[in-house]
C-alpha cells in the first residue's frame, strides 16, 4: 500500500511539473480583440507552436478607468499564482508597470513586448529574470521615406492621451512638442476629447503637409463615453483634409491611413517568443539586453494612395506589402 502511494504521490508531482513547464501566461495590458493584442499573439503562436500551452489575462486599460488598472494588476497576478507558468509575457507598458517589480521579486523568467518607456522605470535595480522587446515608434524613418512620396514642410502627429502615449511624447520624441527632423517640421499633439481630435484634423489643411495618426484607442466623447478604436480611424480616414499616414500596422486599411514605414505587432510577438525559447534552452534572461524591432515594414493601402493621389517611387513599392 505504501509503495502504491509512493507511486501515486511521484506520478501527481510529474504531472504537475510537465503542465507547469508547458503553461506560458500572457498577461496582456489591452482587451482580447485590440489589433495590436491580436497581431503579436498571432507572432507568438507563430514560434512556440503547440510545444507549449498559452494562457492569457486581459487587463483591458485602454477601456477601463485609470481608478481601476490595479484592481485588474492584482486579478492578473491571481491568475499567475494560480496557474505557476513556467514563463511569463507582459505586454505593453501598463502590463509591466503594475507587474513588473512583483515579478522581479520571483524567479520566474519574464518576457516583455511592446514597451516604450525605458524598463528600468518599471523595474527595480538588479532584476535578474526579466527581459524581452522595446518598442520604438520609427517617426524619423517615417519621415524620410515619405519625403520620397511627397514634398513636405510641416505635419502633425495626432496621439489620445493613454499612458503609452505620454510615454511616446516623453522618450522618443523627449518630452518636446515640436520637432524638426530632414529640413521637416512637426508638432506633437496629444488629444483627449473626440471634439477635439475632429477639429485637429479638420483644421491641418493649410497648415501642414501629412498627417500621422498615432495612438487613438482612448478618445472620449462630450458625455465621457469611450469611442470604439473603428470609430476614430474610420471619421479620421473619411475626413483628414490631407494625406494621412501611421506608425502601426493596425492603423493601415481602405478605410484607415494610407500607411507608411509602420511598427509590426507580429514582429514583436516573434521577437518575444525567440527569447523566451532561448531562456528555456538555458540563457540566464538577466544577461540578456532588450531587443527593439529590427526594420520595420512598409505597408500601404492601394485604396488611400490612390485617394490622395500618391503613387509610390518603384523603390519604395518593390520592398511594400499592400493590405489590399
Not at 491571481?78 to 522581479?104: C, I, T
Request: with cysteine.
Amino acid at each position: 500500500m505504501k509503495i502504491l502511494v509512493i507511486l501515486m504521490c511521484g506520478l501527481w508531482l510529474a504531472l504537475n511539473a510537465f503542465a507547469q513547464e508547458q503553461t506560458i501566461l500572457l498577461i496582456e495590458s489591452y482587451h482580447e480583440d485590440f489589433e495590436w493584442d491580436v497581431s503579436y499573439k498571432k507572432g507568438i503562436q507563430d514560434i512556440l507552436g503547440s510545444a507549449y500551452r498559452l494562457e492569457t489575462f486581459q487587463m483591458d486599460t485602454k477601456r477601463l478607468p485609470a481608478e481601476e488598472h490595479q484592481a485588474k494588476a492584482d486579478e492578473a497576478w491571481a491568475a499567475y499564482q494560480r496557474l505557476n507558468p513556467a514563463l511569463v509575457f507582459l505586454g505593453d507598458d501598463a502590463a509591466l508597470k503594475f507587474l513588473g517589480a512583483r515579478f522581479a521579486e520571483t524567479t520566474t523568467p519574464v518576457v516583455y513586448l511592446g514597451i516604450n518607456a525605458n524598463p528600468r522605470t518599471y523595474l527595480p535595480k538588479g532584476a535578474k529574470n526579466i527581459t524581452g522587446v522595446l518598442e520604438r515608434p520609427l517617426y524619423v524613418r517615417s519621415i524620410l521615406m515619405l519625403k520620397q512620396i511627397l514634398p513636405l514642410k510641416k505635419v502633425l502627429v495626432l496621439f489620445d492621451t493613454d499612458r503609452t502615449s505620454e510615454v511616446i511624447l516623453s522618450d522618443v520624441f523627449e518630452g518636446k512638442t515640436e520637432f524638426t527632423t530632414a529640413q521637416v517640421q512637426g508638432d506633437v499633439k496629444l488629444v483627449k476629447g473626440w471634439d477635439e481630435w475632429q477639429q485637429e484634423v479638420l483644421n491641418a489643411k493649410g497648415q501642414y503637409d501629412a498627417l500621422f495618426v498615432g495612438l487613438y484607442q482612448t478618445i472620449v466623447a462630450q458625455d465621457g463615453r469611450h469611442l470604439p478604436d473603428s470609430e476614430v480611424i474610420a471619421w479620421t480616414a473619411a475626413n483628414a483634409p490631407i494625406p494621412l499616414f501611421g506608425f502601426w500596422d493596425f492603423a493601415v486599411g481602405a478605410n484607415k491611413t494610407i500607411g507608411g514605414l509602420v511598427l509590426s505587432g507580429e514582429e514583436h510577438g516573434r521577437l518575444a517568443a525567440e527569447i523566451a525559447l532561448n531562456i528555456f534552452a538555458g540563457k540566464n534572461p538577466g544577461q540578456m539586453q532588450p531587443e527593439t524591432t529590427r526594420s520595420g515594414q512598409l505597408l500601404f493601402s492601394r485604396k488611400q494612395l490612390e485617394k490622395y493621389q500618391l503613387t509610390l517611387p518603384p523603390e519604395v513599392a518593390a520592398k511594400a506589402k499592400f493590405v489590399e
